[in-house]
């Protein structure tokens, strides 16, 4: 079976939800419906080791690969996350090459990065594995997707995608728009024109992006890549869209 890391260097459109913990059951209903992974969201939302290994392996069960959102500059974590056997990272908040390369050393074993090692994590399959094949199998599946998410980052989003070891990259709409002095996320046409060069920034380095959408239609018009689906905007508009059936009468 082809890894995430495989699928999406392969070009295939992937589709994903990002959820916060604790939300173990939407993480199986993410699988029963027929999503490709998950992203477990530990920047906006707890990052509580013991629940976040209970939803990987839920994740897993159901063919779910697993990407977990870390805080910005938390190479601590990205060792916990990936020793859990999560897919790889998404990291928030990297405007410039060198912060690129700081995450991938974070993510990844010598000689690429600096990660510590060790076979008897979860991701080493408890000591079973050895140490060529786990150095191998985190090599081959260790997803390392920076956000760009500010001006400075997106006029750096060539270099950043030419950093070894990046393996895509991820717009933070609400984070740029914000940076950007707006209000109106990726609705503005300034914020869409500087998404749309990360976005060609990508293509020239041949390599995919990721996308944040809140629908179906978005999802459609994204560029080639992943897309995450917000979990939690779509849940609010259906509820609403329920909600609206009373007033309706």
């Known amino acids: 079976m082809k890894t995430l890391k ?3 260097s392969a070009g295939e459109r992937l589709l994903g939800g990002l959820l916060r913990l604790p939300s173990e059951t939407l993480v199986e209903m993410a699988g029963v419906a027929g999503l490709d992974f998950v992203v477990l969201d530990c ?3 707890p990052a509580d080791l013991v629940p976040l290994q209970q939803h ?7 063919g779910l690969g697993v990407l977990v959102r870390v805080g910005a500059a938390e190479p601590a974590l990205v060792l916990r996350v990936l020793d859990l056997g999560a897919d790889g990272i998404i990291v928030p908040h990297v405007d410039t ?22 076979t008897y994590s979860r991701a080493g399959r408890f000591g079973a594995r050895s140490v060529a094949e786990h150095l191998a199998r985190s090599a081959e599946t260790t997803l390392v997707v ?3 998410e500010t001006p400075v980052a997106c006029a750096a989003a060539g270099e950043i995608l030419s950093v070894p070891g990046v393996d895509a990259v991820l717009v933070g709409p609400a984070d740029l728009s914000v940076a950007m002095g ?3 996320g990726a609705a503005d046409p300034r914020v869409a024109q500087a998404m749309s060069e ?14 944040i959408v809140g629908s179906a239609e978005q999802a459609t018009a994204a560029p080639p890549g992943a897309v995450i689906y917000n979990l939690a905007h779509v ?5 609403r869209d329920l909600a609206a059936a009373r007033r309706a009468k």
């Not at 849940?235 to 509820?239: A, G, M, V, Y």
């Open 6 to 8: 495989q699928r999406l």
């Open 43 to 45: 920047e906006h939302g």
């Open 56 to 62: 990987v392996v839920a994740a897993q069960a159901h």
């Open 97 to 118: 090459a060198e912060q690129a390369r700081a995450v991938v050393a974070a993510a990844h074993y010598p000689p690429l990065g600096e990660r510590g090692f060790a």
């Open 146 to 148: 920076p956000m760009i």
């Open 182 to 184: 707006l209000t109106t």
């Open 198 to 211: 990360v976005a060609a920034a990508a293509e020239r380095a041949a390599k995919p992006m990721v996308s």
């Open 235 to 239: 849940l609010l508009h259906t509820l």
